[in-house]
């Protein structure tokens, strides 16, 4: 019943939806050909076993009045091709190996024999592309596992591929949102056009189509870089596809364990540093993990696990201008502008009409530019001590730059996946996997909760893809994906829950303010964003307090498809369904 739901579901898409179009097989492989006898006379009913060589798993199929075979959606991986018919030597193809996407032409030729005897053939370590004509290149494990990548970022080697820019991200309209494309250039097109699939399931933002959830590096099998004339099934990507194929357990238990290892004692200070001479600051890259795959029943179910942590601690560094101690005191006599000019403190209370200039007004400065102790707001004086004191020597005539604190930007992250493969019986394949990455970001050395401000950043990320691949008959084959993949960008100030009230403000603006934070306040010499704009002058009289604010962007991707492949004769009619 499930069986016939999901079919006619794929035929009723394909004839209603225009855009429905003919479709490749993903990430998975295929292997097609023709059995022939020695006169190149075709062989039909002959039984063709597939079986991968790391799991055991076996995909029977016959070949048809034409002598055509078609054995789609299989992992990446090492397999044996099998052809047995009665009055023939069975004829066999060892160490065939399979990468992302390929279709493999595998002919067989029947010599007259006993089936007891066979024909074997070893596998050419490269299998030509022969059925389609796209254009790409495949990155394998090899490669994955051993070329250096600063980062471990599997997406880094699509670098390799013939046509491929690297780019550090073309973002949509609001700036660099998260899940922007920070990947390549491929083909000309722009980065935020590329698709990017990881088990065949859609893995891209929905603000600016870049790559939300990246798989641990040592979780990835091998991936592949379409690179032009690709399958319609990538209709939506104007740039390049790049299609992963995570790993799966196999009939063998495998592990692995790393660490790699950055920090400032093995780093020189930076240029900038010296010039202000600044000590060199901390740094700390810690990037470890483990992966464990195996059986759970031979022949039949498999797991695959990876565990990645990364501990990173960059510098910190913040160079301000806070109050003098005198300013605290409302004592501006030694308070100059860059030029070495005194900065007069006016009374307003003083101000009157100019007896000499109609329209005009005057008003006296302070005695001793002084302001008196009494004459300073309530508010103004309970959000002094929110600026921390200087701490080393102002530079020029107006003593700018007399605040510096360094410090350490932690950002610890976690991150896992887990699959599992299950072979339900001879005409059901079964996998699903799950992948998430826990982040959260901070600030160590800080002086006060509103100098500098800033956030303590979160930014979640989970995908997960169940997957059923059927075989109805020789000719009839199915598969149906689910995919979820969920990325949150949540930061919140530091000064979370401050409550305004205390700094003196009354009830009608602070019953008013839903979000508790402290508020932004500025000292500037001229209004910023008025239109008004001194060249060479920050209008900062000090630096800002406040200004962290909370930002929280989820974003969902929901992704259903179906596939179909009949076999007509010597044609393949796929279709199939992508909502």
Known sequence: MTTRFFSLIAFVCFFLFGSVAVLAQGERATITGTVTD????????????????????????????????????????????????????AAKVENLPLT?????????????????????????????????SGLGKVVQTRQILELPNLGRDPFQYSALAPGVIPSSGQVGVG???????????????????????????????????????????????EFKV???????????????????????GTNQFHGSGYEYLRNDHLNANNWTNNLNGIPKGLYQWNQFGATIGGPVVHNRTFFFFNYQGKREGSPYQ????????LQRQGDFSQTFDRFGRLDVIYDPQTTRPDPAHSGSLIRDPFPGNKIPSDRVDPIAAKVLPFWPDANRPGEGPSLINNFFISGKTILPTNAYFARVDHMINAKHRLYG??????????????????????????????????????????TMLGEFRLSYTRIQ????????????????????????????????????????????????????????LGGAHKVLTPQDTWQ?????????????????ADC
């Open 38 to 89: 020695s006169t190149q006379a075709i062989v039909p009913d002959t039984r063709i076993t597939v079986r991968n060589l790391d799991t055991n798993v076996e995909e029977r199929t016959v070949t048809n009045s034409s002598g055509i075979y078609y054995v789609p959606a299989l992992p990446p991986g090492r397999y044996e091709v099998a052809a047995e018919k009665s009055g023939f030597r």
């Open 100 to 132: 992302v996407g390929l279709t493999a032409t595998v002919n067989m030729i029947l010599e007259v024999g006993t089936v007891s005897e066979a024909v074997e053939v070893n596998a050419t370590a490269v299998q030509l592309e022969a059925q389609t």
């Open 318 to 325: 913040f160079l301000d201008t806070v109050p003098s101690t």
């Open 560 to 576: 259903a498809q179906y596939h179909f492949t009949w076999i007509k004769a010597r044609h393949s009619i796929r279709m199939g």
């Open 175 to 221: 700036g660099d949102a998260i899940g922007s494309a920070r990947n390549a250039r491929i083909s000309g097109g722009l980065a935020m056009q590329n698709g990017i699939l990881v088990d065949g399931g859609e893995s891209r933002g929905t603000t600016s189509s870049g790559q939300t959830y990246t798989p641990p590096l040592e979780s990835v099998a």
């Open 489 to 544: 960008n949540n930061s919140y100030p530091l000064s979370e829950g401050f409550n305004m009230a205390s700094l003196g403000f009354g009830p009608n603006l602070t019953s008013n303010v839903f979000y508790k934070q402290f508020p932004d306040i500025y000292v500037q010499t001229y209004a910023s964003g008025t239109g008004l704009t001194v060249t060479g002058a920050s209008p900062n009289e000090v630096g800002q």
């Open 433 to 474: 996997r799950f992948g998430a990455q826990q982040a959260r970001g901070y600030s160590t050395g800080l002086k006060s909760i509103a100098f500098p401000a800033t956030t303590i950043d979160s930014d979640p990320t989970r995908s997960a893809l169940i997957s059923e691949t059927s075989s109805f008959s020789p």
């Open 226 to 248: 379409e690179t032009a004339t690709y399958s319609p099934q990538f209709g939506r990507a104007a740039g390049g596809v790049i299609n992963v194929a995570t790993k799966s």
